[in-house]
């Protein structure tokens, strides 16, 4: 009995693995289309500054629908980007599209937009990625200084030496560097002190409270307080309630997105937030109707 048992989960366990292999090469098939296809798109979502309640910059996220497959989670298709080396393109692409939505963006007070970019260990690995990044920056006549390139962790641990050198090449420009998912990892305060990250991002995960508010509370302190003392702005993500933004707020937090404040926008909703006078600088506006 017990070996028919075993047997069957087996069986069980090979076509989930089976499934797996599946989904992912028909991911994998498509992806090297995607790009010549158009079926790429960004959407930003709004970066607040908590000491003005205005909107100083937003984050580009990557969209992929493919005829086929629909719309795929980035968590999905960027691992198998970042495996099969289409990311360094589809980076590109993010780059140059982002740059060019954001050329003239003002905010109400008609400062210009910040822009936060994601960009992935392999991106920063070529290098050439420089060259290409300033290329395009020269293209939309953007200047270094709207520009927060968002790395995790990750991109760190690889321990290349020209991911360092590269790095603060990208930092003297004037583009600003943001600690991505902070707290995620094994040694990010470390690389917080190796690197010259001008931000981090405390992730969702430490704000949304999947743990109770007291724990979240204290690590929020903690952090907040360590990255003052490290003049390190500190950015909050995955806000999704008044209660969060009013506890990070009291605690020092300089930046807030999430849900509460605005979901992901595509270049048209974003325009109207920022071009309507009448919207509360917290208003809800809705575009993308559901995420994860
Ligand atoms: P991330 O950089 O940490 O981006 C934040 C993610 O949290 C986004 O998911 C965003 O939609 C989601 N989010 C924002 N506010 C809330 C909230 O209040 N509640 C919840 N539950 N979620 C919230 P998204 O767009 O699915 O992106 C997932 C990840 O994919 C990103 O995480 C980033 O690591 C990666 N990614 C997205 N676009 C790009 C890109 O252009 N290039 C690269 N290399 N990676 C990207
Ligand atoms: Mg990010
Ligand atoms: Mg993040
Ligand atoms: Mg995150």
């Excluded at 989960?9 to 010549?36: G, Q």
Aim: charged share 25%.
């Amino acid at each position: 009995q017990a070996k028919e048992g075993g047997k069957d989960s087996y069986r069980l366990f090979t076509s989930e693995m089976n499934d797996n292999v599946h989904r992912r090469l028909r991911l994998e098939y498509h992806l090297v289309w995607a790009l010549s296809r158009g079926e790429f798109s960004l959407v930003y979502q709004p970066l607040y500054n908590l000491n003005t309640n205005r909107i100083s910059g937003a984050e580009a996220l990557l969209r992929w629908n493919n005829d086929e497959l629909g719309s795929v989670a980035p968590t999905e298709f960027i691992p198998i980007a970042e495996q099969s080396n289409l990311i360094y393109e589809i980076g590109k692409f993010v780059l140059d599209t982002a740059m060019n939505d954001f050329a003239s963006l003002t905010n109400k007070e008609g400062d210009l937009l910040h822009l936060a970019v994601n960009i992935s260990p392999q991106q920063v690995r070529q290098p050439q990625f420089v060259d290409d990044f300033t290329q395009i920056m020269e293209k939309h006549e953007f200047a270094a200084e709207r520009l927060e390139l968002e790395v995790t962790e990750g991109l760190l641990l690889s321990n290349q030496p020209n991911v360092k050198e590269m790095l603060n090449t990208l930092h003297d420009l004037g583009t600003e560097l943001s600690m991505d998912d902070f707290g995620t990892g094994y040694s990010s305060l470390s690389y917080l002190l190796q690197f010259p990250f001008d931000a981090l991002k405390i992730d969702r995960e430490f704000v949304d409270g999947i743990t109770d508010v007291e724990l979240n509370e204290a690590l929020a302190t903690a952090v907040i307080s360590m990255a003052q003392g490290l003049k390190i702005k500190t950015v909050a993500e995955g806000v999704e309630t008044e209660e969060q933004l009013e506890m990070l707020k009291s605690k020092g937090c300089d930046l807030a997105q999430g849900y509460y404040l605005s979901r992901p926008l595509d270049i048209e909703g974003l325009k109207a937030l920022l071009g309507d006078t009448q919207a509360s600088p917290l208003g809800n506006t809705t575009i993308e109707s559901s995420e994860d």
